[in-house]
């Protein structure tokens, strides 16, 4: 009997072995897709041979590729002039974003948004701790759907492609690298913020500072509190948006550390109190709109209000759709938006910024949609179990010889 035990324990080993060895390297996948050509092409060139040769070399990583499809959308979109123009620099950082330490297979993901850090560490694109992140979640209908800078928003079209390193996701257009505050908050209807901010001279400050975490009223905020604001002195309006601004101290707030009963310390040195309600995420007595728009040094969570340090106490009316201001003042007329002549160009140098004026509305609608997560149509649905059904098949095909491997388990075990 035990030697029996001994045989089957030797004829696993075999087949562990067996199995290992029909596992393709990098190389091989990508070869082997035709609908990868251009990633493989563009990864193997000289200018990022050293890349190249260090992925190949890796154990335990996830790489999300973009296939054929996604270089199609290149031109127009945010990283469009650094193909245009070839910034091999630039484009290095771009691919630094799509690699992923650690194994992340399509069901290590759920509901809600997980971040992971990325290779993506350059100075030059990138001040969070740890490198820059990428928001992946789960959508129902076993749809994986990654964020990036300007809230693009990216679907996985095949996944869990095993290779000797990890794994491969294929995805249908590049991750942005996220770009700095006031580079992003056009996007997001966050001008009158962006224009305060750069009034009380805290433009550098919020662009640069490592592993930041903001809270911007939007735009409708600002203008639901009329003149109020302009009745402040400089020092005031700066204390006042110090207070929606939090130095994590090496941690970022994204949205899966925001919990109920939160509180975090501000720039301006007094508490703010997050509270879950009503499934519903609160800052004060502020609803959070948009959560998680990834910048290149932390992370913004839009308001609907403005907060007040002198209304730290504040708690929300959850089952109100906008909540009431916590500062007084009369609507602005024709929709006029506050402190927007202050506003100019940010001073990041992040892979995406040399085509910042053409972020559109798509990047928010975007962002809302991956966050859906029970709002998926069904078409997309249907297309994610499909894509995500065939690239699991793949990766389970990538090892080759299942059938020849027991075969091989019983052969052993017939000669012992």
């Known amino acids: 009997m035990r030697c029996r035990f001994g045989s089957v324990v030797f004829a696993a080993l ?3 072995t067996i199995a290992q060895k029909q596992l393709q ?3 091989q996948v990508l070869g082997d897709d035709p609908n990868l050509s251009q990633f493989t092409a563009l990864l193997t060139s000289s200018a990022f041979g050293s890349l190249y040769a260090n992925l190949s070399f890796q154990q335990d990583i996830t790489i999300l590729v973009p296939n054929d499809d996604a270089f ?3 031109e127009n979109s945010q990283i469009g002039d650094a193909f245009k123009y070839n910034q091999s620099d630039a484009i290095r950082a771009i691919l630094q974003y799509h690699v992923i330490p650690g194994v ?11 971040f992971n850090p990325t290779w993506l560490n350059d100075p030059k694109y990138d001040n969070v701790t740890g490198g820059q992140v990428v928001g992946g979640v789960l959508q129902s209908g076993d749809l994986n759907v990654f964020i990036s800078g300007y809230g693009s928003r990216t679907t996985v079209s095949e996944s869990d492609i095993a290779f000797k ?3 491969i996701h294929t995805i249908d257009t590049f991750l942005i690298p996220p770009v700095d505050f006031t580079s992003t908050c056009s ?7 962006g224009g305060a901010i750069a009034n009380a001279s805290l433009a550098p400050y919020v662009n640069t500072q490592k592993d930041i975490t903001i809270f911007a009223p939007n735009n409708a905020a600002f203008q639901n509190l009329g003149t109020t604001l302009s009745h402040l002195t400089i020092e005031q309006l700066s204390d006042l ?3 929606h601004v939090v130095n994590g101290s090496h941690r970022v707030s994204y949205s899966d550390s925001l919990v109920d009963g939160t509180k975090l310390q501000t720039l301006e040195g007094g508490t703010i109190t997050i509270t879950f309600a009503s499934n519903s995420l609160f800052v004060n007595s502020a609803r959070v709109l948009q959560q998680d728009i990834l910048l290149a040094n932390g992370v913004l969570h839009v308001l609907d209000n403005v907060l007040s340090p002198n209304a730290s106490n504040a708690r929300p009316a959850p089952t109100l759709r906008s909540q009431v201001p916590v500062i007084s003042g009369t609507r602005l007329s024709h929709n006029a938006v506050p402190f927007v002549a202050y506003l100019t160009t940010g001073t990041s140098s992040s892979a995406s910024n040399t085509a910042a004026a053409s972020a559109s509305a798509n990047a928010t609608s975007g962002l809302e949609q991956a966050a859906a997560t029970s709002t998926s149509s069904t078409s997309a649905t249907a297309s994610g179990k499909k894509k995500g059904s065939a690239g699991r098949s793949r990766g389970e095909a990538v090892t080759s010889g299942f059938g020849a491997v027991i075969g091989a388990a019983l052969w052993v075990l017939g000669i012992l």
């Open 14 to 16: 075999i087949c562990t």
């Open 25 to 27: 390297d990098l190389t």
């Open 72 to 74: 199609s959308k290149i």
């Open 104 to 114: 992340h297979r399509s069901n290590s993901y759920n509901g809600s948004f997980q």
């Open 165 to 167: 390193g990890g794994i």
């Open 187 to 193: 996007t997001f209807n966050l001008t009158a913020a």
């Open 241 to 243: 948006l110090k207070y």
